[in-house]
């Protein structure tokens, strides 16, 4: 199956440089997260984590704030000023102050403000001109620098005399983390705002915010797509680590040919199997279907299995024909088909079928079928071919008027193996059907002869029958067996029973014993099987199967 990775970016929308590679810059323009989701994929859960630099980091201010002066303008040059204010319209920690250039003859007083009056800063509200002058990390979204004689000294609370000031340039630095920080997916669906500056290095995790608004915003139906999520700042901020983790869920709701629903004929005592193509290195965490099985109307009575190869057969062919009785020691019943268990030994056969009343423990002479069924094999690859179950079908049901009946092979063209199979045990106490004496002649005219196996083996036993099942109308009032249904992937096989409604849903502790099959080569698809004794119709639906998987992005820096 295709990758089912969702594919993360990480970009700066906006024009600001970092002051080091080790940074990522994020503020109004928008730092932008960009997943590209495949289909077929869900989300389950999914975490961002940013981290804030510690405070030896700095950006500044002065190129993103408002300055105005004494003199009304917004920026400075060789006119003298007595007062200048910086506003950058976000509370950021103040770590330096530098005025330019040198003046000893003044020095500047410094008021702070945060979105309110001005107050003096503590413990000192005094600056030199022309030094860096570092800042306590003081809290502030204004700046306020009055300049007065360095000599002055007036008593608190006495208004300052404010003097004109040469200074041609102003430098504020303040803490790189973000002063706030807000996030939304898509253009417009905030799901994430917090008003307060981050600490120094503090580690920020968007959890469940994240999930709920992904989940919300995921490519409906499973088909993928594009998602942005957008983190934004009110000033310039800058983060040392971006780290994106998503737990999704790789979900298959068809079938491995396309299908989302299968109708799958089943032989009488055979198998169906549906495939499902599911990532062969993760385990399952949920198969959901539902399965209908529509039975052909009929019974099978005996259900042999011959080893693969049977170790004896009657030769069939050349002139050999061969004979299986069968009695019912039950009420009357009428035969819908009959499959018998064969190999060819040349590349064409031709063979017909006739059904006979007994006659003295032997076929009658009157076939009760106006024709025989016709069996053609026509054979490719080179030999020897398999043993195999061929099915005769009447056009109509025959009703077994004797309470003996045989099954008479005879083959036209070619030769063929029809299989014998030891006595069957875990008969029913009262069976609708048991088979009888196995026969063969030699020509067509005559004499049927026992087919005696008892000493093959080197000691005496019971007498071995002709592979066949008879296939029964089935009673009205007698319900077929239940299929039995299996999950299979690789070599472990899972039983499954299906609810009243032929619903199945297994979840990830059901499912352990389907471990990944692993191993090399090409991955074995999952496997559902549907086996029945008597024949009919699967009808599979309603798929659904998970397999989670955990990806962590280095977003920023990239590993």
């Not at 700046?143 to 003097?163: H, I, M, R, Y």
């Not at 920080?181 to 669906?189: C, I, W």
């Not at 199997?273 to 009575?301: G, I, K, N, W």
């Not at 299979?488 to 099959?517: F, I, K």
Request: hydrophobic share 40%; glycine share 8%; proline share 13%.
């Amino acid at each position: 199956m295709s990758d089912s990775r969702v594919g993360a970016t990480l970009s700066y929308a906006g024009t600001a440089k970092p002051p080091t590679t080790a940074v990522v810059p994020v503020d109004a323009a928008g730092l932008v997260l960009a997943l590209d989701v495949p289909a077929g994929v869900a989300l389950s859960r999914a975490a961002l984590t940013v981290q804030a630099p510690g405070d030896d980091l700095t950006v500044d201010l002065t190129p993103v704030a408002a300055l105005t002066t004494n003199l009304g303008k917004s920026t400075l040059g060789a006119d003298k000023v007595q007062w200048l204010s910086l506003d950058w319209n976000a509370r950021r920690p103040l770590m330096s102050l530098e005025l330019q250039p040198k003046s000893t003859a003044q020095k500047g007083r410094l008021s702070v403000a945060e979105g309110g009056p001005w107050y003096p800063p503590t413990p000192s509200d005094t600056v030199s001109i022309g030094s860096v002058v570092p800042l306590p990390g003081l809290f502030a979204s204004r700046l306020l620098v009055e300049f007065v004689d360095a000599a002055s000294t007036p008593p608190v609370g006495t208004p300052k005399t404010l003097v004109d000031t040469p200074v041609t340039s102003v430098v504020v630095r303040a803490a790189a983390r973000p002063p706030d920080l807000s996030a939304m997916v898509g253009t417009g669906s905030l799901f994430f705002h917090q008003a307060l500056p981050l600490l120094p290095r503090q580690e920020l995790v968007l959890g469940e915010p994240l999930t709920s608004a992904l989940q919300r915003a995921w490519p409906p139906e499973l088909k993928g797509g594009a998602l942005q999520v957008t983190l934004r700042s009110s000033g310039l901020g800058m983060l040392e680590r971006v780290q994106l983790t998503l737990d999704t869920l790789a979900v298959v709701q068809t079938w491995s040919g396309g299908e989302g629903a299968l109708s799958l004929p089943v032989e009488t005592d055979g198998l169906a199997v549906a495939r499902v193509t599911v990532p062969p290195d993760r385990p399952l965490s949920e198969v959901r279907f539902a399965v209908r099985y529509q039975p052909d109307a009929e019974q099978l009575p005996l259900a042999p299995q011959p080893p693969e190869p049977p170790s004896l057969a009657h030769r069939c062919g050349s002139g050999y024909s061969a004979a299986q009785a069968f009695r019912m020691p039950g009420p009357d019943a009428s035969l819908v088909g009959l499959d018998l268990h064969v190999r060819p030994l040349t590349r064409s056969v031709k063979a017909t079928l006739a059904l006979y009343a007994d006659a003295h423990e032997r076929p009658g002479d009157d076939p009760w079928m106006t024709a025989p069924l016709e069996l053609v094999l026509e054979e490719k690859g080179p030999p020897p071919w398999k043993a195999r179950w061929v099915s005769f079908e009447p056009p109509k049901p025959v009703a077994l008027r004797s309470s003996t009946w045989w099954a008479v092979l005879t083959v036209t063209e070619g030769d063929l193996l029809w299989s014998l199979s030891p006595p069957l045990t875990g008969l029913p106490q009262a069976p609708s059907l048991v088979p009888g004496p196995a026969l063969y002649r030699t020509e067509a005219a005559g004499p049927w002869l026992p087919r005696d196996t008892s000493l093959l083996a080197g000691e005496p036993t019971a007498a071995s029958w002709a592979c066949a099942r008879p296939r029964l109308l089935a009673a009205a009032s007698a319900p077929p067996p239940a299929p039995v249904v299996q999950l299979r992937w690789g070599a472990r096989v899972l039983d499954v029973t299906p609810g009243e409604d032929g619903s199945v849903t297994l979840d990830a502790r059901a499912l352990a014993p389907l471990t990944p099959p692993g191993g090399t080569g090409s991955a074995p698809p999952l496997e559902l099987l549907v086996r029945s004794r008597v024949a009919g119709v699967a009808t599979l639906s309603g798929l659904r199967v998970t397999s989670p998987r955990s990806d962590t992005y280095a977003l920023f820096p990239r590993k």
